[in-house]
């Protein structure tokens, strides 16, 4: 089965398209805007990734919420499940193909710190990077059930390498 966009070369136009889409987002959080990052593999030079640019918006609290939901239905995002309390959820597909996932986080919560922790760790250290690379192609020739089957692969690398540097800094 595949995922939701093959895994391609890095792109070097991935930074720009990161920016534009922070340029049209902005504005739907206003002031409740702390942050707004790139994060997921298209942040990270020289990985291989889904071609799907991956935003953090971190904000203040939720109370805006539905008026986020109106604000990105107006810019061709729809909202997917919370992946957690206080982590929100959004995705766009334009021709029928995946192109930004967005998600929005409550300041403090913890996923924060793990997708920023974690691009910035690969964008430093080439071996993780391509450990990470060639585990992405092998869990994508492999796969038969779909996205969740690849989440559920990267996932023990992922928490590895942020166990790692949680031990690094104690």
């Known amino acids: ?15 720009q398209q990161y920016a ?6 902005k504005p739907v959080f206003g002031s409740g805007l ?3 990052h790139h994060v997921g593999s298209t942040a990270v030079p020289g990985l291989a990734a889904k071609d799907e640019i991956d935003v953090l918006a971190v904000v203040r609290s939720d109370e805006g919420l ?3 939901i109106r604000s990105l239905m107006r810019l061709g995002y729809r909202r997917g499940g919370n992946l957690s309390p206080g982590h ?6 334009v021709g029928g193909i995946r192109t930004h996932k967005l998600h929005v986080c409550l300041d403090g919560h913890e996923q924060i710190a793990r997708m920023l922790t974690f691009r910035d760790h690969l964008c430093q ?4 990077r391509a450990g990470y690379q060639d585990l992405k192609l092998r869990l994508e020739r492999e ?3 779909g996205i969740q089957q690849y989440l559920i692969g990267k996932d023990p690398f992922i928490r590895d390498i942020l166990a790692r540097l949680d ?4």
């Open 1 to 15: 089965m595949p995922l939701t966009s093959p895994i391609k070369p890095y792109d070097p136009a991935w930074p």
């Open 20 to 25: 534009a889409e922070e340029a049209r987002l």
């Open 34 to 36: 702390i942050g707004i």
């Open 66 to 68: 539905d008026d986020w």
């Open 88 to 93: 929100h959820f959004f995705k766009r597909d």
């Open 125 to 128: 250290h080439a071996e993780d």
């Open 143 to 145: 796969n038969d059930q």
């Open 167 to 170: 031990r690094s800094l104690s």
